[in-house]
C-alpha cells in the first residue's frame, strides 16, 4: 500500500485508507516490541504510527509524504527480519516446558 502511495494520480480517499491501515499496523508491531522489551524498536515504530494517525492527521506536503512512505516501507521491512515472530515465541516456550 505504501509503494502504491507514491503514485500522485491516487484520490484522497486511498489515503484515509492507508492512514488507518498503517496507523492499526505500526501501533500493533509497537505494542508488539513494548512487550517484548525492545525499547528502540517501540519508538521508531510507534512514532511511525503517530506519522499516519488518522485522527489528529498530520499534514505534510505531497513530497515529504513521499520520503515518509519510502522510510515508512523501509522500516516495514527491516521489522519482518528483526522482530521476533509471536509464533516462533509461543513454540520455543512449549517446548523448554
Known sequence: MLLWA???ENQYGY???LRWVCFGIFG???TQTLANKMQGWTW???ITALIY???FPVHLTRGI???ANIVSI???IVSIFR??????SKLKGKKEE
Open 74 to 76: 523501509v522500516i516495514a
Open 83 to 88: 522482530l521476533p515472530n509471536t509464533n516462533e
Open 65 to 67: 509524504w513521499s520520503v
Open 44 to 46: 521508531v515504530l510507534g
Open 28 to 30: 500493533f508491531l509497537a
Open 15 to 17: 489515503y484515509v485508507f
Open 6 to 8: 507514491l503514485n500522485p
Open 53 to 55: 494517525n488518522p485522527i
